[in-house]
């Protein structure tokens, strides 16, 4: 198994849909884990152009809920990938994801409303 860390940021919340039940956000995911492969002599990093990711393993990691998603590509997909000396990898995007969330509005306007973000990973 390879252990797998994770951090988001979210950018900003564009738009909130009680008609639709759910929310648009653009995220900044970054994902880092260690592949003895990609060792080599040196005390920095290399940055890579991001078509190269799919020429690397990478997790599968999806959001739970999500109805529709894009990777932003102005004007080339932001995608970053740094490959340190010891194998580990440094793997950054760009997300805009719409997710659902289903809403309780029966008390409005005096209600409130809680919508989750959630990552997972397949395992094969």
Known sequence: PVSVGMSMDIASIDTISEINM?????????????DERLCFDGNKSLSLDGRLVEMLWVPDTFIV?????FLHDV?????LIRIYPNGTVLYAIRITTTVSCSMDLTKYPMD???CTLQLESCKT
């Open 22 to 34: 759910d929310y648009t956000a653009t995220i900044f995911l970054r994902q880092r884990w260690t």
């Open 65 to 69: 809920d999500s109805k529709r998603s």
């Open 75 to 79: 004007t080339v997909e932001n995608r």
């Open 112 to 114: 409130t409303q809680t």
